[in-house]
Nanobody, 120 residues
């Protein structure tokens, strides 16, 4: 369907912060688990954070304690507050609708993503 639109990426020094936004239109947005993927250069896309319709959250071990995912159902938006960034966080961040069956699977459309670059 309609592609999500990610924004908020940029260049930041190690230890800094960014807040990513995703405009994720869809009639079933409010009842769908949403998440953020990170794709480092030369690596697969991996889910780093997810949030259910009931606002239960999941974080990959690599970001737990540093990133916070949230959603605003009235605006069909999800966010990723990224603190204490390190160079390993560098890459493209994408949002998507998710399902979980032993592992995470994207079930929506892919957007263009937003680039995050963390310098040392």
């Amino acid at each position: 369907q309609v592609q999500p639109v990610e924004s908020g990426g940029g260049l930041v020094q190690a230890g800094g912060s960014l807040k990513l936004s995703c405009a994720a239109s869809g009639s079933r947005f409010s009842v769908t688990t949403m998440g953020w993927y990170h794709q480092a250069p030369g690596k697969q896309r991996e889910v780093v954070a997810a949030i259910s319709a009931g606002r239960i959250t999941y974080y990959a071990a690599s970001v737990k304690g540093r990133f916070t995912i949230s959603r605003d159902n009235d605006k069909n938006m999800i966010y990723l507050q990224m603190n204490s960034l390190n160079p390993e966080d560098t890459g493209v961040y994408y949002c998507n609708a998710l399902k979980y069956e032993d592992s995470w699977y994207p079930i929506g459309s892919w957007g263009q993503g937003t680039q995050v670059t963390v310098s040392s």
